[in-house]
């Protein structure tokens, strides 16, 4: 563990507060629990931790680091940060740690429901199929927005296949996207080991089942080409929500850039014959034909 600073002195707040004592740096606490220093300023953006301001430095009490470390414990729980910010400002309030615990132990006892519902949906889609959850052996992640990652706990038999530039963002993201990362993909189950992670474009997972980075609506959003008796079908993911995108073309709503997602969408053009779109309102349960000829992409 990184030696704390002595604060000698300390400042005005530190003291009202009773934090006169050990202090530390962005870069002391960044290396303790293993984040960037984007991440932690990630959180005291959200105003889930409030270091003092000496200048442009940043200094970190002990209220500080017990609070981010509890931060960092809910993540790894899978508690939303809205719930994490109910748990660590029940220290600030009278019988902090009992009602902190009584809290906690009710939001597990919600979420086990929630998972267990949420198990119940997928076995029974799956089971239409006549599958089960241990038939998935592979999992392919277009990206880790929570709409599209959020259920890889449900498969700990499965292999998932992720850009690595995919995970390396959402281990990390900007203040704008944080919100749709705010969920965990390993856990007891399934692990880092679970995962594939690919670092170059074309990456075939099986015959005829090719990966291929479409970046745009995130920096490694990807998607898949699957070779079909009506041709090259496209899985797009979230690179092309809706036909409209395709054929103006425009970027998806959320994205990190409009050249790069056009870019992507023209990709999508010259390497499919038939395109699916998982917000395509005229996509029917179980379609696996028919699909939407892809448009031709032109680019000003």
Request: glycine share 6%.
């Amino acid at each position: 563990m990184p030696t704390p600073t002595t604060d000698a002195v300390g400042s005005p707040a530190a003291v009202a507060a009773g934090e006169r004592g050990p202090t530390w740096s962005i870069a002391e606490v960044a290396d303790e629990f293993g984040v960037t220093h984007r991440t932690v300023r990630h959180y005291e953006e959200l105003g889930l931790i409030s270091p003092e301001r000496r200048g442009t430095a940043r200094v970190y009490h002990r209220r500080d680091r017990t609070r981010l470390a509890l931060i960092l414990r809910g993540k790894r729980l899978g508690f939303p940060l809205e719930e994490i910010r109910t748990i660590i400002d029940l220290y600030d309030v009278p019988r902090g740690r009992r009602s902190q615990l009584e809290y906690v132990l009710g939001q597990i006892d919600e979420r086990r429901a929630d998972l267990e519902q949420r198990r119940r949906d997928i076995d029974a889609a799956l089971s239409e199929l006549g599958w089960s959850r241990g038939d998935i052996d592979i999992v392919i992640n277009s990206h880790l927005h929570y709409d599209h990652a959020e259920n890889n706990l449900a498969f700990p038999q499965a292999q998932f296949y992720v850009s690595d530039e995919e995970w390396r963002w959402a281990s990390d993201p900007s203040s704008a996207q944080a919100w749709a990362y705010d969920i965990a993909w390993t856990g007891d189950d399934v692990t880092f080991m679970n995962y594939c992670l690919l670092q170059r474009d074309h990456y075939d997972v099986l015959p005829g089942l090719r990966i291929i980075q479409t970046p745009g609506h995130t920096p490694g959003h990807q998607s898949v080409l699957v070779t079909t008796d009506e041709g090259v079908l496209c899985v797009t993911g979230d690179a092309a929500c809706m036909m409209e995108n395709l054929t103006l073309p425009t970027p998806p709503g959320t994205h990190v850039g409009s050249a790069v997602s056009v870019a992507s969408l023209k990709k999508i053009s010259d390497l499919s014959d038939r395109v699916l779109m998982n917000h395509d309102p005229e996509l029917s349960r179980f379609q696996n034909s028919e699909f939407p000829i892809t448009p031709d992409v032109r680019l000003p």
